[in-house]
T-cell receptor
Framework: GAGVSQTPSNKVTEKGKYVELRCDPI?????LYWYRQSLGQGPEFLIY????????DSGLPNDRFFAVRPEGSVSTLKIQRTERGDSAVYLC???????????FGQGTRLTVV | AQRVTQPEKLLSVFKGAPVELKCNYS??????LFWYVQYSRQRLQLLLR??SRESIKGFTADLNKGETSFHLKKPFAQEEDSAMYYC????????????FGTGTQLKVEL
């Protein structure tokens, strides 16, 4: 496909469990971003990758959240010991560099029960 | 810290009427401002950014540094404009690391 792909579309997990959310960026895009959108809010920046490295992780809320992009393409957002407050839509976006148009995925809706 | 305010959660207008979606920001430096749009059941997409000075789908937005505003305008609303609109700010050099407002749902009625 030509767009940013996120899997799964929906994830329901129990409080305290570990989850992984996957993002497949547009081929050739070196910049990748994760955002979180809580109900009734705009997207909130979490982390930005340039290539394989996390160039800015200032938006990660705490050390339960971690993201990787080992080969500079697919990225995984990992959440440990999930809490009900982590329930949100997690958005991934990619762009050819930090300053060109970012294209968003359809999001993963995470529900922690 | 930067902040984006969109005072209206919902804006309802009739087809053919002018539209203005309000956006105010607070940031001490030189920001870059964006408008993103999300149509029903579609993904978030860029509508316009102030540095390109383009008119997209008839929408324009002017950065007013004195009033710290970046309102989105269209002279004649169309039914297909119904969507969720988000104003966003990037700090100087920040690129696509964005601070979003809470969004305004635009409903264009026939």
């Amino acid at each position: 496909g030509a767009g940013v792909s996120q899997t799964p579309s929906n994830k329901v997990t129990e409080k305290g469990k570990y989850v992984e959310l996957r993002c497949d960026p547009i081929s050739g895009h070196t910049a990748l971003y994760w955002y979180r959108q809580s109900l009734g809010q705009g997207p909130e920046f979490l982390i930005y990758f340039q290539g394989t490295g996390a160039a800015d992780d200032s938006g990660l809320p705490n050390d339960r959240f971690f993201a990787v992009r080992p080969e500079g393409s697919v990225s995984t957002l990992k959440i440990q010991r999930t809490e009900r407050g982590d329930s949100a839509v997690y958005l991934c976006a990619s762009s050819s560099n930090l300053y060109t148009e970012a294209f968003f995925g359809q999001g993963t809706r995470l529900t922690v029960v | 810290a930067q902040r984006v305010t969109q005072p209206e959660k919902l804006l309802s207008v009739f087809k053919g009427a002018p539209v203005e979606l309000k956006c105010n920001y607070s940031y001490s430096g030189s920001p870059e401002l964006f408008w993103y749009v999300q149509y029903s059941r579609q993904r978030l997409q860029l509508l316009l950014r102030h540095i390109s000075r383009e008119s997209i789908k008839g929408f324009t937005a002017d950065l007013n540094k004195g009033e710290t505003s970046f309102h989105l305008k269209k002279p004649f609303a169309q039914e297909e404009d119904s969507a969720m609109y988000y104003c966003a700010l990037s700090w100087s050099g920040g690129g696509n690391k964005l601070t979003f407002g809470t969004g305004t749902q635009l409903k264009v009625e026939l």
